[in-house]
C-alpha cells in the first residue's frame, strides 16, 4: 500500500475527505519527524513506538576493493510494533 492507497483507506474508514486524510497525514508525518529529531520517541498504544536508534561507529569493508573503511556513528529511525499491532497481524 502506498500513501495515496493510505488516504483512499482513511476516507472510507472514517468518512472524511481525502484532502482532509493528506493534510492529516502529513501533519502526522511531519509531528512524527520533528519529535524524533529532537530525540524524543512517539508511542500509540496498542499500534507502535516510533524511536531513534544510535548506530555506533564501525569498521566496514569495501566489497569492490576489499579495503577497510571507517563507517561514521549514525542515528537511524526505527519502529517497534506493539501487541496490538502483532496480534491483528498474526
Known amino acids: ?3 495515496s492507497e ?13 484532502t482532509e486524510c493528506t493534510a492529516a497525514l502529513d501533519a502526522f508525518i511531519e ?3 520533528d519529535a524524533l529529531k529532537q530525540g524524543e520517541q512517539v508511542t500509540l498504544v496498542g499500534f507502535g513506538t516510533f524511536l531513534v536508534r544510535e548506530r555506533e561507529a ?4 569495501n566489497p ?10 549514525s542515528r537511524l529511525p526505527s519502529f517497534k510494533a506493539g501487541k496490538g499491532l502483532k496480534d491483528a497481524v498474526n
Open 58 to 61: 564501525r569498521t566496514g569493508r
Open 31 to 33: 509531528a512524527v519527524g
Open 64 to 73: 569492490r576493493s576489499g579495503e577497510t573503511i571507517e563507517i561514521a556513528a
Open 6 to 18: 493510505l488516504i483512499d483507506a482513511m476516507a472510507a474508514k472514517s468518512g472524511m475527505k481525502k
Open 1 to 3: 500500500m502506498n500513501k
